[in-house]
């Protein structure tokens, strides 16, 4: 059996080296180990952004009410484990080393077939299928997509229900540049007879999942006319014909948050039939309680930690920052990768006091890639200490991979 950190370099030794996820390949191994994916009920999340913070949330409803929930998003932000979790706890190393384990043999003879070896993601997938039936066995599984939705290695799953969080211009190179083709991969997530929750998307997206769940017999839940939320003085209310909760308030900042918590709250709704314990209390609880690291983060009073990574991300940063902290002056600092749209994030940032950077990661733009326009900044850790002696609202933004090193930083500092 290898140690922890060989099972690690194993994992990552699969990378994608410009392949896309295949079906046979995934198909052939999960019927090797006895297909784990329908071992337990799951949750298929998909959409531009706000899949982890509504995996997150959803996570904390089920987990209050009782239940053994499973998550299994990405990227990570301080350690590999936390892509696969259970009640928020991320993956043991040693059970991560047992469950590689169990797969190691069949990717060594699927090497040998002409389907050729798994990519690094289609791996995650398996392993956290294998987890949640066979090492920790859950009571629900919360599994986000990784890019897109119909030929996501996550789309072998049949979910009870589908959440499409939102529509936005993210990952043109693989979704396509129009709203109704990144909309098309979405709304492959939609199942036969199985419900879809929609957040509030673009009408050229709308009709695209109208479509494809009439098609398909999908009942169709859209925020905005079927649930709805309305702020009050002390936090907002749900409502909707299946129910309506006054007086809610959230751990996580931004506005858009409470969309994702609506998405949340009509989903443990609708499944309330099959999760009887699913009350009031859990909801409300659950809410209140749920952590996502790096999005709309306070890690210190003056140091916001937000992985706005498309220019949907950035106006929501932008809208967080008006709602949550209207009258303190603010610094912030973005870098982001090369394959994304900087000019545009960046024009969104403009009459902020905007810093750029770069940081040790392969895809990372670098300072040469950005304006001169902006100010260019080294070496993040001399902009963050410029924090210690100043009332000043620090944000750190861009890549979420970025966000992951500043974060690890923070708090090794903080150790």
């Known amino acids: 059996m290898l140690n922890y950190q060989e099972t690690l370099q194993a994992i990552h030794s699969h990378k994608a080296y410009g392949r896309r996820p295949d079906f046979r390949r995934l198909n052939w191994i999960l019927d090797k180990l006895g297909r784990p994916q329908a071992g337990f009920p799951s949750l298929h999340i998909v959409g531009t952004n706000g899949k982890g913070s509504t995996t997150a949330l959803l996570q904390a409803v089920f987990s209050q009410a009782g239940y053994k929930t499973g998550t299994f998003t990405s990227p990570f932000i301080t350690r590999f484990n936390e892509r696969i979790a259970v009640d928020g706890q991320p993956i043991s ?60 290695s996550t789309n072998i ?16 190179d693989t979704l396509g540049n129009r709203l109704e083709d990144i909309a098309w ?3 492959g997530a939609i199942k036969s007879g199985r419900p879809i929750i929609l957040g509030p998307v673009p009408q050229q997206a709308q009709i695209v999942f109208e ?41 996580l900042l931004g506005s858009h948050q409470k969309n994702n918590a609506a998405l ?5 709704l609708l499944l309330q039939k099959n999760f009887p314990k699913i009350d009031e209390a859990a909801i409300r609880t659950g809410l209140q309680s749920a952590f996502w690291p790096g999005r709309g983060e306070l890690i210190k009073p003056n140091i916001l930690l937000d992985g706005a990574h498309n220019p949907q991300g950035i106006q929501a940063l932008i809208n967080l920052l008006k709602t949550d902290f209207p009258n303190r002056s603010k610094q912030l600092l973005f870098a ?6 900087l000019s545009e994030m960046l024009a969104l940032l403009e009459g902020l006091e905007l810093s750029v950077t770069t940081f040790a990661f392969p895809e990372a733009a670098d300072l040469a890639d950005y304006p001169e326009t902006h100010s260019k900044v080294a070496d993040f850790r001399e902009w963050l200490d410029k924090a210690k002696d100043s009332d000043d609202l620090f944000i750190v ?19």
């Open 93 to 152: 190393d040693q059970d991560l080393v047992k469950t590689f384990d169990l797969v190691r043999p069949w990717l060594v003879k699927l090497a040998e077939t002409e389907l050729g070896t798994l990519t690094e993601f289609e791996l995650v997938t398996v392993l956290a299928f294998l987890y949640f039936e066979c090492i920790q066995p859950v009571d629900m599984a919360i599994i986000e997509a990784g890019v897109g939705g119909r030929f996501d």
């Open 157 to 172: 799953i049949i979910p009870l229900a589908a959440i499409c969080t939102s529509i936005g211009y993210d990952h043109l």
């Open 185 to 187: 991969h979405k709304a």
């Open 211 to 251: 479509n494809e769940a009439k098609r398909l017999q999908a009942p169709l839940y859209q925020a905005g006319r079927d649930f709805w939320i309305e702020d009050t003085s002390n936090g907002f209310d749900f409502k909707g014909p299946l129910g309506s909760l006054q007086h809610l308030s959230l751990s």
């Open 264 to 268: 949340a709250i009509e989903t443990s």
């Open 336 to 341: 982001g990768l090369k394959r994304k749209n």
């Open 397 to 415: 933004t861009g890549s979420l991979y970025f966000i992951a090193e500043v974060r690890r930083y923070l708090l090794d500092q903080k150790n």
